[in-house]
C-alpha cells in the first residue's frame, strides 16, 4: 500500500489550500513498522494528527488538514451545501436587483444595498427594500409588507422558483 500522503491545510470556510501544505512518508517515522497498512480500519489522517502533527512547529497544530493518499486523486472535496448556498445567495441578488432596476431606476447611479428591513418607512413591517449603501438611506420598497421575517424570506423564495 502506498506510505506517502499529502496534508492540504483547511480554512475555516472550509476551503482548502491547493498545494499541499506537508508532504510525507509514513516510511520516514519510527512507528511506520508497528503499522498494519493493509488493515481495513488503517487510517492515514488520523496518524499524521496524532502522531505527526505534534512533532511540528506549533503553528500547525491550529490548523485544520485534509489528508490524502498520493497516489489518489487530489481534487478537493468541495462541501456542497456551500456551493448551493453561494448559488441561492446571487440568485436572490439577482432577482431582487432586477426589481430594483425597474421599480427605482433613479437610484441606478447610486451606490446601493438590497435588504430585508424593518423600519419606520416599512409601518414597521418586513419588506425587501433598496437603500444607500454606506447611510443605509432607504430609497425604497422591492416588496410588498409582510409580518415575519420567514413570510418575508419564503416570498423570495417562492418567487425565484
Known sequence: METKYNAYRVYSTG???KNPTIVFDLKDYEFFDGLDTNSDDF???KIFLDKIVP????????YRFEVIRKDLSQEPKIDKSIEEEKKKQKQKTLFLGNIAARKLSNFASERSTISLDYRPETEWKWQWCLSQAC?????GHLSSSFDTRTEAEEWLENSIN
Open 15 to 17: 476551503r482548502r489550500v
Open 55 to 62: 512533532t511540528l512547529d506549533n503553528k500547525f497544530s491550529r
Open 135 to 139: 447611510t443605509n438611506k432607504f430609497f
Open 43 to 45: 487510517d492515514g489522517e
